[in-house]
């Protein structure tokens, strides 16, 4: 984008709002068949931007509600999506709305400054069975370990939620281009928890306190509230060493982690 662009309106619209949309036919094709899920369902949509990605939903599923938060490209979208079975375009905020009650899926090329707060209205709908966003590359990789590191988020919602990375979307297949790649960021829910409902509050404690970084190591962390021996149980289980950093933990040990600490009965 030039200068000139960048002072216009909508060059400061695009600025403010995130907006670079994808533009690849055949990327768009592909991401809509995996985000969809099956010819049944329902999908909404966040960032519809002017409905590329929307009408190529339309054609796996069987209901797309579709957000977009700037009236120029809405206007696009009601346009393009015009005629389209099963499509509602809504001109607004989605993390002003309410998540659907039955069963959908979380779609969308999403703007960068506002993914943060997207997945978290994505993890807190009870219906969402799925989210698969297109995301700034390096926010998909801290959120599933790619740096063989685990974040806070990732490790506070494992028992319900499996967190994957999926393509690289280079930067040329969007318009405007932006500084940098993108990529899928796959959430599914679990058909199974990995602990019983009763089992969570005992895990969020651990993994809370874990992540205080008081005493610089997990081990020291976690030997605030509860005694070295069962801590020392806990490593062992997990096959952890006592000097590992929190970040290094995958979450498949801090369930272990958890089940030690907090045995269930």
């Known amino acids: 984008m030039n200068h000139r662009n960048r002072t216009t309106p909508r060059g ?58 700037d009236p120029v490209m809405a206007a696009r979208l009601r346009d393009r999506c015009r005629g389209l079975p099963g499509v509602t375009c809504v001109t607004g905020d989605l993390l002003a709305a309410r998540p659907p009650r039955g069963p959908f899926r979380l779609a969308g090329g999403i703007p960068y400054a506002a993914t943060s707060r997207i997945v978290a209205w994505a993890l807190a709908a009870p219906a969402m069975e799925a989210a698969t966003l297109i995301t700034q590359r390096e926010y998909a990789r801290k959120r599933t370990g790619d740096y063989g590191r685990w974040s806070r988020l990732t490790v506070r919602t494992w028992p319900e939620f499996s967190w994957r990375l999926g393509d690289r979307v280079p930067r040329d297949r969007f318009r405007p281009v932006p500084r940098v790649d993108s990529a899928v960021l796959r959430l599914d829910r679990r058909a199974e928890p990995l602990l019983p409902p009763e089992a969570l509050p005992g895990y969020l404690h651990c993994v809370d306190l874990g992540f205080t970084g008081k005493g610089g190591t997990l081990h020291a962390s976690l030997r605030t509230a509860y005694p070295r021996r069962r801590v020392d149980a806990a490593f062992r289980a997990a096959a952890l060493s006592r000097d590992i950093i929190v970040a290094h933990v995958h979450p498949a040990q801090w369930i272990t982690l958890a089940r030690t600490l907090h045995p269930h009965r």
Not at 39 to 50: H, N, R
């Open 12 to 69: 400061r619209a695009r600025r403010e709002l995130s907006q670079n949309f994808l533009a690849d036919t055949g990327v768009i094709a592909r991401y809509a068949r995996d985000a969809a899920g099956g010819p049944g369902g329902l999908v909404v949509e966040a960032g519809a931007g002017d409905g590329r990605i929307t009408a190529a939903l339309a054609a796996h599923a069987r209901e797309v509600i579709a957000y977009e938060i």
